[in-house]
């Protein structure tokens, strides 16, 4: 089995940063692109950022200039470091990665079980 575990989220005031951590484990091959995505409440889930495994990224608009998303390969592990946190980037963020168990021929989708980010004074 795979599994992807987040930790970092926390209660933070507006303007503060926070740094997510998202590790993978388990019988894994390989790892393709990894991404943070977010759901706020009454909203849809959203891919907040993606990062391949050359280290190519890409962000929604909103967190640009704001968010930076990383990788270490070796740890199988992927961080987004979250600066200048908003009221409305509240909302409960999903590591999300595409894995290939050993034994397989196929990438395919996992998801973490989320951590909560509430930016609130």
């Known amino acids: 089995q795979v599994q992807l575990v987040e930790s970092g989220g926390a209660l933070v005031q507006p303007g503060g940063s926070l740094r997510l951590s998202c590790v993978a484990s388990?019988?894994?091959?390989?790892?393709?692109?990894m991404g943070w995505y977010r759901q706020a409440p009454g909203k849809q889930r959203e891919l907040v950022a993606g990062?391949?495994?050359?280290?190519?990224?890409n962000y929604t608009d909103s967190v640009k200039g704001r968010f930076t998303i990383s990788r270490d390969n070796a740890k199988k592990t992927v961080y987004l470091q979250m600066n200048s946190l908003k009221p409305e980037d509240t909302a409960l963020y999903y590591c999300?990665?595409?894995?290939?168990?050993?034994?397989?021929?196929?990438?395919?989708?996992?998801w973490g079980q989320g951590t909560l980010v509430t930016v609130s004074s």
């Open positions: 990062i391949t495994s050359g280290g190519s990224t």
């Open positions: 999300n990665a595409e894995i290939r168990r050993l034994g397989y021929l196929r990438y395919l989708e996992h």
């Open positions: 388990g019988n894994i091959f390989g790892i393709n692109t």
